[in-house]
């Protein structure tokens, strides 16, 4: 691969290569599942590990720091006011395994095919976090940083950053920076370089609908009572339209139709949908009416079943009424949309249409808003040279339809604007069996995140 070889710290990272991958790969083994409590000491040990790498990479102010749920790895630089603050964030929790059996190689031994690194967390987002560690070791053992340097690492990303929100009020001052950067997204295809600039938020629910005191046979009682789970089926039916449309009422009140500007944009992207469609397995591309799947997976909302469960699922048959049915929901939302009003617009249009015979009990889980960052902002600029120095190609400007969290927080707690410049593929099988990252990219975005410091430290002299 040819190296843009001209600056010591681009050559001391290509010269400490291997190293950085066996270090990966020591981080990688530690199962820190957050959402599973069998592994909450795994999860405390990669905070440990993480802080310890942060201290030998010789940052000078270092802290494991407590929260309710699983601990915040803080660090800063020492602190130059002629540079620009840059706050580094990742995550270093990941998500279960199952299904287990359809791993090649076991999840947390990290193994390497064809130059791919799979193991779980490879890419989302142990890997893509790694890469700041590299640009920091190799920025300190070279020459000067370019900007002051603030770390926040968290291990509860990937159960909605329950403890985080405190955490940036209560270290608001300490926190301040003036942008912020994420390697926690894919890029939009191979050899293509991106800036992602909007993430979709996020708002879940879960509803039981009970019925009678206990399972009932259906030949004793049936034609009497209410069925929970087909109350529940008639619920999930009322949410969308015959044609694909969220039906709650007000759900689409605050969403801003997509500008001409931004529409054309999209439509210049490559988007293969038959090669979609073939890699998902699926036979046809589904959806609201009247948008393109681009637009539809960045920016539009969603509503989602994402888990649904009653009576009977054993083996053989078992004739009975069951006394409840239950269904995990999730919303995926774009700028505007507030997420505890979109789950109060749901829960009053379910409870409109609950069936009589039966109660629907409905309890709020997480929420988070959607979030943009102006492609104006000079840190953008800094991140396309970075990305042209590197790639030896033009960045291209996405959303994506995922969330992190953070992101508004930064944005609202600390008037920070955030840089998503991410180095994953999207089908790197992030949450999946198989996850893995390409080493092509995991060097190139350490050398890229290297660069964009740099360029970043010279916006402000
Ligand atoms: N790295 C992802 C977010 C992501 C994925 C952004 C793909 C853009 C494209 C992150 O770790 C994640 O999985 N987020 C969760 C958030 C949730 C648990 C609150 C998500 O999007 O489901
Ligand atoms: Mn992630
Ligand atoms: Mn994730």
Redesign the pocket.
Known sequence: MALPAHRPVLDYLHRHQERYLDELREFLRIPSISALSAHQADVRRAAEWLGARLARAGIHDVRVDETQGHPVVFAQSSFTAERPTLLVYG?YDV?PVDPLDQWVSPPFEPTVRDSILYARGAS??KGQLFMHLMALEAWLSTGVLPVNLKFLFEGE?????PHLGQYIREHQAELAADVALIS???MMGEELPSI?YA?RG?ATMEIRVSGPSQDLHSGVYGGTVMNPAQALAHLIDTLYDASGRIAVPGFYDQVDPLSDREQSELSQLPFDSEAYKAQLGVPELAGEPGYTPLERLWARPTLDVNGLWSGFTGEGQKTIIPATAHAKLSCRLVPHQDPERILDLLEAHLQHHCPPGVQLHVTHR?G?PASVTSLDHPAVKAAESAIELVYQRPAVHIR??????VVSDFQETLSVPTVLL?FALPDEC??APNEHFHLANFYRGAQTVAIFWEKLGATHA
């Open positions: 995550h998500q989302d987002d990303e990937e159960i909605g950053s926690d997204t894919p992602c993430l996020l997480s988070s994506m339809g995922g969330s992190i969290p991410g992030f949450h």
